[in-house]
C-alpha cells in the first residue's frame, strides 16, 4: 500500500480511518439524499452502514480485483464469491425498487405468466411467497419504466 493509504491505519486498535466531506446545493436530490441518510430515525441500519452497503455492493469486487496485486489473499474464487454478493445486493435493491415504484408493471408481469410452467423451472426467477410471485428486475422488461412516467 502506498504511504498516505498506511497513514490511514491505525494500529492501535486496528482500523482504517476514512473520510470525505461533500457539499452539495441545499435544494438537490442529493442534498435529499443525505439528509435522509443523516436521519436515522426508527432505521434498522445506521447511516454509516446504510453507505458502506451501498458502496460495498458497487464497488468493492472491483476495488478487490485492483488492489489483487497487493494482497494475495483475494482469489479468483474469492473474487467471485464478492461478485456473486454484490450482483445479489444490487438485484434485491432493483427488486425492492420495482415493487415500490412500478407495481403496475410487476402486475402486468403477473397477467402474462404461466405460473405453473415458471414455477416448476428450476431456472426460473420467480418465487412464490405468502401472497402472491415476486419478480426480480431481470423478469421484467424494463424499457417500459420510461412509458410509464
Given at each position: ?113 404461466n405460473s405453473e410452467a415458471k414455477l416448476s423451472d ?28
Amino acid at each position: 500500500m502506498t504511504q498516505s493509504r498506511n497513514n490511514r491505519f491505525d494500529s492501535r486498535n486496528n482500523r482504517f480511518d476514512y473520510r470525505i466531506r461533500i457539499q452539495v446545493p441545499t435544494d438537490s436530490t442529493d442534498a435529499v439524499l443525505f439528509e435522509y441518510l443523516r436521519e436515522e430515525q426508527n432505521r434498522v441500519y445506521s447511516h454509516k452502514e446504510m453507505v458502506l452497503s451501498a458502496l460495498r455492493a458497487y464497488w468493492l469486487p472491483i476495488a478487490c480485483e485492483h488492489y489483487r496485486q497487493l494482497r494475495t489473499d483475494f482469489t479468483d474464487r474469492e473474487l467471485k464469491r464478492l461478485a456473486r454478493n454484490a450482483i445479489f445486493h444490487l438485484r434485491e435493491r432493483a427488486d425492492m425498487l420495482l415493487h415500490h415504484f412500478y407495481p403496475e408493471l410487476l402486475a402486468g408481469a403477473l397477467n402474462g405468466l404461466n405460473s405453473e410452467a415458471k414455477l416448476s423451472d428450476p431456472n426460473s426467477t420467480a418465487y412464490l411467497t405468502e401472497d402472491n410471485l415476486l419478480y426480480h428486475a431481470d423478469d421484467i422488461d424494463l424499457s417500459q419504466l420510461d412509458q410509464l412516467d
